[in-house]
């Protein structure tokens, strides 16, 4: 009888040990799938880093900032209050005498400088305008897939359709460009019948400004003088 119970135990103890192994085996297939799938998922991860622009994070972070600002002013106006003014008080001392300083900063533009110039400034006037739309990016990179991120084999011709309001957006756009340039001074026409009264192109304008600002109270002397009634 010893020697049965001593057997059965003998055997139940190396059954206990297998079925111990087994799941030892078993953890170690888990978390062996489980570090398989984490590095499979970091390596698509920073593939994706790798394929966005330089500037991505900086325009995300502006993206942020400006959806919390949104977010502010929306609470401010439930509430009755200045949101400018509670900006202000959000501000250190510091903080607030460089708002100041670049509030009272002049233009830094000197104007017309050449066409290369212009155009970049007013590339940079356009995208100031747009607002990224995080829901239409994760839109647009969900359908398009790896063709998302621009690469030296890109041709740029996906099959992508401008929305109603952004073509609004730039038709307003344009239709204020040419408001604004239909306002500018054309040069003005030579008139050969008027009198000429200068010597160069310098002492022209100057006496345009003269007649300009001072034409209303000198008429009546010019005219005494042409009739030689001048006094």
Not at 96 to 123: H, I, L, M, S, V
Not at 144 to 163: M, Q
Request: aromatic fraction near 8%; include cysteine.
């Amino acid at each position: 009888m010893a020697s049965k119970a001593g057997t059965s135990g003998k055997a139940s103890g190396k059954a206990s040990s297998k079925f111990a192994s087994l799941n030892k085996l078993r953890d170690l297939e888990l978390r062996m799938n489980e570090a398989r799938k984490l590095n499979h998922a970091e390596v698509v991860a920073e593939d994706e880093r790798k394929k966005r622009p330089q500037n991505f994070e900086a325009k995300r972070k502006r993206v942020e900032w400006e959806e919390e600002q949104d977010q502010k002013k929306k609470e401010c106006a439930k509430k009755g209050e200045d949101y400018d003014r509670v900006k202000l008080l959000e501000l250190g001392a510091d903080e607030a005498e460089k708002w100041e300083r670049k509030k009272k900063k002049k233009n830094p533009d000197q104007g017309f400088a050449d066409y290369e110039q212009a155009t970049f400034r007013q590339y940079q006037r356009l995208t100031k305008q747009i607002k990224a739309d995080p829901q239409e990016y994760e839109k647009q990179r969900d359908k398009l897939g790896e063709d998302f991120y621009a690469s030296s084999n890109t041709l740029g011709l996906h099959d992508h359709k401008d929305s109603d309001e952004a073509i609004d957006r730039m038709v307003g756009d344009l239709e204020k460009q040419i408001e604004k340039r239909s306002k500018y001074s054309r040069r003005r026409t030579f008139d050969e019948e008027a009198d000429i009264d200068y010597i160069n192109e310098r002492n022209m304008k100057f006496n345009q400004k003269l007649e300009r600002f001072y034409g209303k109270y000198t008429a009546e002397i010019k005219q005494n003088l042409e009739r030689g009634t001048a006094v």
